[in-house]
Nanobody, 127 residues
Framework: QVQLVESGGGLVQPGGSLRLSCAAS????????IGWFHQAPGKEREVVSC????????YYADSVKGRFTISRDNAKNTVYLQMNSLKPEDTAVYYC????????????????????WGQGTQVTVSS
């Protein structure tokens, strides 16, 4: 059974940091692209960052470039999202998603491209 479980969300002050984890079970991430998306109340789900497992290519939304870093731990079958310099506008539910992907040079980064989704973890940035 394919499952993605996010963790690491919480309440943090502006300028603070959080590290989100996406643990996969039921499949290995070797030939999957993994994406992080977020959805704020009343807004559409938006891409945050994605990583192509095959060659490690990454994609970042303009709003998080230089602040967020996506990475993976193959041994733990887990992908991380390190979020630094957090802003109130980063407040949202964060979801990880996976899709089987074998290509090079392109990182899937649209929500409709992804097959499997986690349940989400809440991130709140507030003083």
């Amino acid at each position: 059974q394919v499952q993605l479980v996010e963790s690491g969300g919480g309440l943090v002050q502006p300028g603070g940091s959080l590290r989100l984890s996406c643990a996969a079970s039921g499949f290995t991430l070797d030939y999957y692209a993994i994406g992080w998306f977020h959805q704020a109340p009343g807004k559409e789900r938006e891409v945050v960052s994605c990583i192509s497992k095959r060659d490690g290519s990454t994609y970042y939304a303009d709003s998080v470039k230089g602040r967020f870093t996506i990475s993976r731990d193959n041994a733990k079958n887990t992908v991380y999202l390190q979020m630094n310099s957090l802003k109130p506008e980063d407040t949202a539910v964060y979801y990880c998603a996976a899709v089987a992907y074998y290509g090079l040079g392109y990182v899937p980064h649209r929500s409709y491209e992804y097959t499997y989704w986690g349940q989400g973890t809440q991130v709140t940035v507030s003083s």
